[in-house]
């Protein structure tokens, strides 16, 4: 390759790769708290996985569940069904909760294993 190609290649990698890189900075990978669970069936009938029923509940929080809860916007609020401390968000199968008092978030959602669909993993009620 000659020096004036590659010395181009170079350019085209720097013009290119530079804004990714901080792309990749400012989207970046953080880590994150959180649990999981398996189970069968759905919401209100939970039970073990089994061979042909196997979901994940993932709840994530921290500042991750804080920004997924303020990212869905007010539009995704729901009616509280507990004591209220809690004001509730749902979009899909997606349900984050912040709680009025702290201001801590939480957010769940379920994964059915067998066919890669989000499913509720808890009852928002």
Excluded at 16 to 38: D, K, N, R, T
Excluded at 48 to 75: E, H, I
Excluded at 117 to 123: A, N, Q, Y
């Amino acid at each position: 390759m000659s020096s004036s190609k590659w010395i181009a290649a170079m350019g085209a990698v720097v013009l290119i790769g530079f804004p990714l890189g901080l792309y990749a900075q400012h989207v970046g990978s953080v880590a994150f708290s959180g649990e999981y669970h398996f189970f069968s069936g759905t919401v209100g009938e939970k039970g073990p996985p089994t061979k042909k029923d196997v979901k994940v509940g993932l709840s994530l929080s921290g500042a991750l569940a804080l920004r997924m809860y303020q990212s869905m916007g007010s539009a995704a609020h729901i009616e509280s069904c507990g004591d209220g401390d809690d004001d509730l968000r749902l979009r899909g199968d997606l349900l984050c909760s912040r709680n009025k008092l702290t201001g801590k978030a939480e957010c769940d959602v379920g994964i059915d294993l067998h066919s890669g669909k989000s499913v509720l993993s808890i009852d928002p009620c």
